[in-house]
């Protein structure tokens, strides 16, 4: 069993940034595959980024150039630094991660962005 907790979610206005953290506790076995995912009100959970052990990263269209997804694999934690926000990253942000071939995730944190 894996236990994920997000932090460093808030209010930013638009422009500003951000940094997420996904604390991991709990494996038996080595966290393989990481990610970001984010979920707007009324829309459908989305891939934001997501990062292999080895530290390979994978971005949507939409976060590149912005957002930066990072881990350290030591603390078994993920971060995600978010910058050049702008009112369209309003969501809450969940992160996952791959264990023992069995998919976990976080109870998400809020981010706004707005003036």
């Known amino acids: 069993q894996v236990q994920l907790v997000e932090s460093g979610g808030g209010l930013v206005q638009p422009g500003g940034s951000l940094r997420l953290s996904c604390a991991a506790s709990?494996?038996?076995?080595?966290?393989?595959?990481m990610g970001w995912y984010r979920q707007a009100p009324r829309k459908e959970r989305e891939l934001v980024a997501t990062i292999t052990s080895g530290g390979s990263t994978n971005y949507a269209d939409s976060v590149k150039g912005r957002f930066t997804i990072s881990r350290d694999n030591a603390k078994n934690t993920m971060f995600l630094q978010m910058n050049s926000l702008n009112p369209e990253d309003t969501a809450v942000y969940f992160c996952n991660a791959l264990a023992s071939f069995r998919l976990y995730w976080g109870q998400g944190t809020q981010v706004t962005v707005s003036s």
């Open positions: 709990g494996s038996r076995f080595s966290i393989n595959a």
